[in-house]
């Protein structure tokens, strides 16, 4: 028995040493070169959108500065007709920055309220088998082509918004923004800054519902649980736990409708497309950066008449860039708070 317990080999000898088997290693590798791989595609795809970003505002300035250098007028200051034809360029952007950003900013203070309210009503208040279809019934409105919403517009909405124009201007006259026109013909067929601006509100409410309801949805269960543990209602749970955890993503849905608003072509140009004054009158009609664009695109029969247009969707990019990016810095303070 003693020669037997003696001869026994010790434990560390009783087989190989502990250790990953060659399986385990062989799918730390795999796992490895997955992670190698997926890294690689990512930041490739990162580097590959740059890219392609740089070589747009390449293109758009080398297409513009030939214009922009034989340019007799103020390109920031100019507010008359453009000029274009022949060597004598005269041409500025004032009048298409001010039409632009207005309906964008009509756009954007009618959507979002009525986003917020959808997407809180959906997430937080109607019943599972109603919230179901109101959201899916507002997501279908992405589905709708521009030129839809501007005959829409054009032909219903600006009809009836002739009576609202005629009382705006005759009980709201003395403010600024429902002065009667210059030209009254667009207040009386509804092809006003108005009228465009709420179509536009109508084309960007998905986007920003859509974004809003996800993030709101996404509040994490043991916040919501903690304030009604104290006691809190409906709405103090929204107030303090939902709209702190989704504001970020409540601007990222805004500026994503935004950045629609100010690159939309179509609808506006059946809307609005003739120049208009620069003023706070919300019954006068104007032309965007990309109206005017689309306006004269049959016109671009020489370079250096096409390089003034493409001059404005220069500052079009520029501007949708300084959007963004405001939005990103908006975000990122919020994120670190």
Do not use: C
């Not at 993030?215 to 939902?242: D, I, K, M, N, Y």
């Not at 989704?246 to 609808?267: D, N």
């Not at 004054?277 to 008449?305: H, M, R």
């Amino acid at each position: 028995m003693g020669t037997d317990l003696a001869s026994a080999p010790a434990p560390s000898q009783r087989g190989p040493a502990a250790g990953p088997s060659a399986s385990n290693r062989a799918g730390s590798a795999v796992s490895r070169l997955g992670d190698r791989i997926m890294g690689t595609l990512a930041t490739g795809s990162g580097l590959l959108v740059s890219l392609v970003i740089g070589l747009i505002a390449l293109f758009l300035l080398i297409q513009a500065v030939p214009a922009l250098a034989k340019n007799t007028a103020n390109f920031f200051t100019y507010t008359g007709s453009w000029v274009v034809s022949g060597t004598d360029l005269e041409f500025g952007i004032p009048a298409q920055f001010y039409a632009t950003v207005l309906v964008s900013v009509i756009a954007l203070i009618i959507a979002m309220p009525v986003s917020l309210g959808i997407a809180l009503f959906v997430t937080e208040y109607a019943p599972k088998r109603l919230a179901g279809p109101i959201a899916y019934i507002v997501d279908l409105l992405a589905a709708v082509p521009s030129i839809v919403y501007g005959l829409w517009g054009i032909l219903v909405l600006g009809p009836a918004m002739v009576g609202v124009n005629n009382w705006l201007v005759s009980n709201l006259g003395f403010l600024p923004f429902f002065e009667t026109p210059q030209n009254v013909a667009n207040m009386s067929t509804g092809g006003t800054l108005l009228t465009a601006g709420i179509v536009l509100a109508v084309m960007i409410l998905p986007v920003i519902t859509a974004v809003t309801r996800e993030v709101f949805a996404q509040t994490p269960h043991s916040h919501r649980e903690a304030a009604l543990a104290l006691g809190a209602t409906q709405w103090e749970v929204v107030r303090f736990a939902v709209l702190p955890f989704g504001f970020s993503g409540y601007i990222s849905g805004a500026m994503l409708g935004l950045g629609r608003a100010l690159g939309e072509t179509m609808a506006l140009l059946l809307i609005i497309s003739t120049v208009g004054p620069i003023n706070f009158n919300l019954l006068e009609s104007g032309q965007t950066f990309a109206t005017v664009i689309a306006n004269n695109a049959a016109e671009f029969d020489s370079p250096l008449k096409t390089g003034a247009y493409i001059s404005a969707g220069l500052v079009l990019f520029a501007l949708t860039f300084l959007v963004n990016a405001a939005a990103r810095g908006v975000i990122s303070r919020r994120a670190g708070e």
